[in-house]
Every structure is written in structure tokens, then in C-alpha cells.
């Protein structure tokens, strides 16, 4: 009898996606990393829970390597915030994939304003965001105030906000597949 032996098959490229209540642990576990590192606010499993319509993932099968949020403030206004990609898949996109995902949710919700805030200019200047003040944003002033009283440390992060238009543009990372397409 002779056994044969398959190679494994290569790994799938991970599905950007809205988040499910089965993410909400690996979702809570990328976020604490960067926490632990006071690159992120903390979030608790019960914030993550209670907010999980407004999650982005990228899954590769079961598992959650990236993810952002969408923070409303008010039907016209929200921030891009959590978004976290697990060390093991930096570099690969999945960071600029799961923030396009909350751009289309914001869209679909007709918020018009986005921004958000980074200890990097280059990855929100990439997607077309533009720099600003956070001062132009006093709920999100406010909830800094909240959070500086519970005893959490602020650390000083760049602001970015993008206007969205009423209608999905392609971003120019897509533009040459959709050139191929019309041509086809």
C-alpha cells in the first residue's frame, strides 16, 4: 500500500469582511497588542461586543489578522479608529484593505466626514486623507477629557480627515485592474 502525501495547499489571501460576534475575542486580543504597547486606546470585550456592527476584519480563514472601526459622532461625522494588523501580516495591505472597508460603511451610512488619528502622516496621506487639527473635532476633544480623568494617557497623534463623496470612486490602487476590465 502506498500512502500519498499532498503538498499543503497555499494559504488564502484573507477576506476583507464585516466583523461577526465569533471576532469579537481575536478582535479585542489584536487591539490589546498595540494597547500594551500605548499605541492604542484600551477597548474591553464588552466595548468590542456592544460595537461590532461597526468592525472591519481581514480573515484568513478563522483568523482575524486586521481590523478597524468605524466611531460615529454624529450622522455626518466619524473616526476611523482600532486599526490594528497582526505583526505577522505587516506590510501586505491589510491595513489600507480594512480601512476602505470602513470607508464603504461609512458611505453606506451617508456619514460625509471621516478622520482619524495616527502616530504615522504616510498611511492616512496614502489613502487620500489630508492633515488637520484635532481642535476641529471637540467630541473627540471631549472624549480625550473623559479618558484623561479616568487616569488613561493620552499619547499625541497626528489627525486626518477625508471628505466623502456621495459616491464610491475607486481608489488609484484599483485603477489599473478596472482599466483592464473596460478593455475587455
Known amino acids: 500500500m502506498t500512502l500519498a502525501f499532498s503538498s499543503p495547499a497555499p494559504a488564502a489571501n484573507p477576506v476583507v469582511r464585516a466583523a461577526t460576534r465569533a471576532d469579537v475575542e481575536q478582535i479585542w486580543e489584536l487591539i490589546s497588542c498595540y494597547v500594551a504597547e500605548g499605541l492604542m486606546l484600551p ?20 483568523r482575524v489578522v486586521a481590523c478597524a472601526a468605524l466611531d460615529e459622532y454624529s450622522p455626518s461625522l466619524a473616526e476611523v479608529s482600532s486599526v490594528a494588523v497582526a505583526k505577522s501580516e505587516h506590510g501586505k495591505g491589510l491595513g489600507t484593505e480594512v480601512v476602505l472597508g470602513v470607508e464603504r460603511l461609512a458611505r453606506a451610512r451617508d456619514i460625509t466626514e471621516l478622520f482619524a488619528l495616527s502616530l504615522s502622516d504616510r498611511f492616512f496621506l496614502s489613502l487620500d486623507y489630508e492633515a488637520t487639527t484635532v481642535a476641529r473635532y471637540p467630541e473627540k476633544l471631549a472624549r480625550y477629557g473623559r479618558l484623561t480623568s479616568a487616569g488613561v494617557d493620552i499619547i499625541p497623534k497626528r489627525c486626518f480627515k477625508k471628505m466623502l463623496g456621495n459616491t464610491w470612486e475607486m481608489p488609484a490602487l484599483y485603477e489599473e485592474p478596472a482599466k483592464q476590465l473596460r478593455a475587455s
Open 43 to 62: 477597548r474591553t470585550v464588552e466595548q468590542v461586543t456592544m460595537a461590532i456592527d461597526n468592525y472591519v476584519v481581514a480573515a484568513q480563514g478563522s
